[in-house]
């Protein structure tokens, strides 16, 4: 397998995202897992969680140039797309749900565009 070359902007992107993704939890947590309009945010924080995850784990092997980094953008395109969606349903009436799909959406783009030059 040929290792992949590193890209600075994405792993950057990737960290912002987990780091949203992370407030995103810890904001939904302090809300008691429920909001003001009584939506149940338990979805929002497992999801969130998934994407902080996978989007750190997807930086740290694309600074190394890890030769399974196609493979990881690929899942986290995924996970980033189903978290933007979820965060996406209480953006309107959540700042860090906002930020956090906004976020989630630029890191699914840039994991498919270097994916797909891989």
């Known amino acids: 397998m040929e290792t992949m070359h590193h890209n600075h902007k994405h ?3 990737c960290f912002e995202c987990a780091e949203a993704c992370e407030r995103c939890v810890t904001a939904c947590i302090e809300m008691g897992d429920r909001d003001s309009k009584g939506h149940d945010m338990t979805a929002c924080i497992k999801l969130c969680r998934d994407c902080a995850d996978i989007c750190t784990l997807c930086g740290r092997l694309e600074a190394r140039g890890s030769e399974f980094m196609r493979d990881f953008m690929v899942l986290c395109a995924e996970v980033c797309e189903a ?5 996406e349903k209480h953006a309107a009436h ?7 799909a906004e976020a989630c959406r630029t890191c699914a783009s840039e994991c498919r565009a270097m994916s797909a030059n891989a």
């Open 83 to 87: 978290c933007a969606d979820e965060c």
């Open 11 to 13: 792993t950057d992107t």
């Open 94 to 100: 959540h700042a860090h749900c906002k930020a956090c």
